[in-house]
């Protein structure tokens, strides 16, 4: 199975967008997203211990709904720049079937260019990838088991 | 804003560029390779050592050295090379004893690292004295290390965890800790130096109260080791730990100090080779101690180079060391409170060189991510000591922890990296 593009087109905003950012503007550019997120609404029951990723840096929360067996995404954090990260990651990979969603890797995370960030323990991009494939499948077994 | 932490005042005096005195800081900083690399295209300014020091050239060679001419295994070769390493790997012990003044090398336990050596105690001294009902003393402000492997051993033996607290400045509550002493306290083990709020804590005074009562004391010198000379035998520990790769040797290796009439009535850590005396089927001896707690191959390489650290660290001398890091200390705390909206966390008089802050309205990892951006390496978050931030009332803070190579200037870099922090968050 591979993803299909017009599935991938926020991803690819944001892929295209940061690759021709230097380092230091990239940097701002998260900061910037950020800051827009900050001004979306995430419902505050959601910032409680049942939506949290577990992280000693910054908190994260990701809620998951699912419409027509597609995942849908939103994200929060109590620090700006994670904040801008979690909303790269839910903006990119919300729409994707659970199936989809498994095929996104390393690699795709790697593909946004933001270096440290990507691996950063517990509260990088690739923690928040795999807990958004757990929510994902977590679902669709609960669904089916319905 | 939580009682421990410090307001922001109007800006003080500004402490002048000569700070450095006698101490030729400059001179130190061309003996650290790394110091010399540069960040994001800014030059490193590492003030992270609290989490884990840089290496002096003399490290690095003395372990190349070892791996290029003289790497075999120890104690356990007729042969030449093995002779002569198992020589320079003992040597190493009557090096650390030295460094910390225990009588005898023999008191010397090598580890992996401070956890490795509080759970070794934990493991033998604990399991065979301690028993259901009997309290050990922690205080608030251990670190994980010193918190979790005596948790684990009250699920084991039905032990009960006691907390000394601290009190707004970050200062042990020493009449709350002597008041913890009397009843079923059996031990106490307690951080010498706060890894988050540099307090330093009257360990002698600490150690004499509990003796009064009978009950030994275990020290975590993991900070107190880098910023202060450490004298076992004028602390009168019963145990003393510390690390390695925070004393600007390499990571890996630890120490274990204990008393030579605890060490041998304590039974083995772990089974294996170098730690038993025979071997039979049907029954097996152990060596006597240091060695009945190092099974397998050392750290070999690790431990030529915590040699090598201390030696350097020694030549320099801590006295040195220390007055540096003071007037260090000193500059940046007065640089960081005349910011707006600092919140510096332990203010408790003779404090180590450890600042941990917060800039109000901006989340310690902005704070650090836009610091790390400047070339300036800092620690953010809970920094293992999660009971701690309950006490302070915070999720996190920036740590910035100094070191004997760094500079007032490096401290004006991260002024100004704070500030660019309230543009971007502000």
Redesign the interface.
Known sequence: MTIAAEKLAQYDEYVEALEILD??SR??YI?DIGKRADKTAFPAECMDDAHLMHG????VWIIHSRENDRSIFRGQS?????KGLVSMMTGSFSGLTSGELAEVTLDHVRGLNLGALTMQRQ?GMMAMLKHMQKLSLQAERAEAAD | MNAIGQPAGQPTRRAGHNIEGGFDVERIRQDFPILSRQVHGKPLVYFDSGASAQKPRAVIDAMTEVLENEYTNVHRGAHYLSQTLTDRYEGVRETIARFINAPSENQIVITRNTTEAINLVAATYGRKFLGRGDGVVVSTMEHHANIVPWQMLRDEKGIELKVAPIDDTGALDLDAYAALLDGNTKLVAITHCSNVLGTMVPAAEIVRLAHDRGIPVLLDGSQAVVHSTVDVQALDADFYVFTGHKLYGPNAIGVLYGKAELLAQMPPYQGGGDMIASVTFEKTTYQEPPHRFEAGTPPIVEAIGLGAAMDYVSAIGMEAIAAHEKSLLTYATERLMAQPGIQLFGTAPGKAAILSFIQQGIHPFDTAATLDREGVAVRVGQHCAEPLMGRLGVDGTVRASLAMYNTTAEVDTMIRALERARTLFG
């Open positions: 380092e230091e940097f701002e900061i000693c840096m910054s908190k109590d620090a700006i720049i994670v509260v």
